[in-house]
């Protein structure tokens, strides 16, 4: 049969994970490719650290030159993450010739248009199915499956860290601290958390997303977002006896006033898709005006999962099919910057509303007088007694009808300086 020969740069959980696909189940891999995808060099930096998995001899090295300096290696798994020397290690494999796959969405989202613009000039191809969502397709779904139609929006549960956090506070009423460690001692949060719940992952994947989808050319830190380290469990109590469960949506919509994107703590109606992903999972719902509504549900992170993605596009390259999508794609060009995003302030939305007031006359009527003036409108308010009976100071809940982002803000900052209110508010977007 054929031999195509592959190399690894990079053994950590994901790069250890593609190695044990490509040499425990090679005639797998050989059905669908219609040849051999030969593991001929792993490269790492530290050849003298324990491997998870025993790989043949000679195969192992710490130079990248027995890599780019070898011709017969025609595809390459990058799975160095971060920013450097990754984006560096990028650019020489393009220049000796390689076709890259790679899992790294923080560096597709920081410097994809340098990258995917050498690549076409180099006529090699870059696949990057497993930088979002782990083992769901929805690169692929996205950009082949679903060409027909015209993206209208879409949905998603994209970092699992925080997805687990919230589903702890939610399932088992441990608090946000709590929580994290708890996905701290699963190994689905890094022991500097930041990135995954401040909403910077989510943000880096739906700038992805956003660009496949509409044409987007919009920085990841361009997208506001809000993380979910403000989240407490009364507001998933409240949420739940409305109805709800929160979640950390990555949103991207298009209107006619141009593309709606943002990541926030969302309120997610029970009984719904997203509502009930649980755990580390993933979910991306999708919005096609042919196809209607599809959802894609998985893990998002973990070795064999992602392992699984970079597999499949290292087959897809090997054949040529990615060249060919590649090349008619033309993703991170100036051609298919096709869509401005639209003003945040003028995003609409419900909202769920949360202030710890003093329990006393007149306090409703204060807040529905600031909410009026910015003319937001209220749905349904929450006051239960205060919990603990020698306090005076009690929560309310209120759910507004559909406003915009700019008018709760607006108003939110001057509730905070209300002599009732004890501490900030509490703001989150109802997704109905």
């Known amino acids: 049969m054929e031999k195509t020969k592959v190399a690894i740069v990079g053994m950590g959980t994901v790069g250890t994970g593609v190695a ?16 051999t995808l030969w593991l001929e060099k792993v490269v790492v930096r530290d050849r003298s650290r324990p491997r998870q998995i025993e790989l043949p001899q000679g195969v192992l090295t710490d130079d990248l030159r027995q890599v780019t300096d070898n011709p017969e290696i025609e595809v390459v798994a990058q799975l160095i993450g971060g920013l450097e020397p990754a984006r560096t290690i990028m650019l ?15 560096l597709l989202a920081e410097h994809g248009p340098e990258l995917f613009d050498r690549a076409r000039e180099l006529g090699r191809s870059i696949a990057f199915e497993a930088s979002v969502a782990g083992g769901i397709p929805i690169i692929t779904n996205i950009g082949q499956c679903l060409s027909a139609n015209q993206i209208e ?15 702890q506070m939610e399932e088992r009423g441990a608090d946000y601290a709590a929580s994290v460690a708890e996905a701290q001692r699963h190994g689905y949060a890094e022991a500097d958390p930041t990135m995954d719940v401040d909403g910077t992952d989510a943000a880096q994947k739906l700038a992805i997303l956003a660009h496949l989808a509409f044409g987007a050319r919009v920085h ?4 506001p977002r809000t993380g979910i380290d403000h989240v407490n469990i009364a507001d998933m109590r409240y949420a739940r006896e409305l109805g709800y469960r929160i979640k950390l949506l990555a949103v991207a919509r298009l209107v006619p006033e141009g593309l709606e994107l943002h ?3 969302t309120l997610v109606r029970i009984g719904t898709p997203l509502a009930e992903v649980r755990g580390a999972y993933n979910a991306v719902r999708v919005v096609g005006d042919a196809v209607g ?29 990615t060249g060919i999508t590649f090349r008619t794609l033309q993703l991170w060009s100036s051609q298919y910057a096709r869509v401005a995003p639209r003003d945040y302030d003028n995003v609409p939305s419900r909202y769920y509303l949360r202030f710890d007031v003093d329990d006393r006359p007149a306090v409703m009527a204060e807040i529905a007088g600031v909410l009026g003036r ?14 603990k009976p020698d306090t005076a100071i009690v929560p309310l809940v209120i759910m507004t009808h559909e406003t915009t982002e700019g008018a709760t803000r607006k108003a939110i900052e001057e509730i905070n300086r209300l002599e009732c209110v004890r501490s900030e508010a509490v703001r989150l977007r109802v997704g109905d």
């Not at 040499?23 to 219609?34: C, E, I, K, Q, V």
């Not at 393009?94 to 923080?106: C, F, H, I, R």
């Not at 929006?153 to 589903?167: K, M, V």
């Open 293 to 321: 509504s599809v959802f894609f549900h998985g893990l998002g992170a973990g070795q064999m999962p992602t392992a699984s993605a970079v597999v499949a596009d290292m087959i897809d390259t090997a054949v040529g099919r």
């Open 92 to 106: 020489k494999l393009l220049e000796s010739g390689k076709n890259v796959v790679t899992a790294n969405k923080a």
């Open 20 to 35: 044990r696909l490509l040499l425990d189940y090679g005639d797998r891999t050989a059905r669908h490719a219609g040849r």
């Open 374 to 387: 910015h003319a937001i409108s209220i749905a349904s308010v929450i006051q239960h007694e205060a919990e």
């Open 220 to 223: 990841w830190s361009e997208i």
């Open 263 to 265: 990541v926030s703590p």
């Open 153 to 167: 929006s879409l949905h998603a549960i994209l970092n699992g860290t925080s997805n687990f956090i919230l589903s």
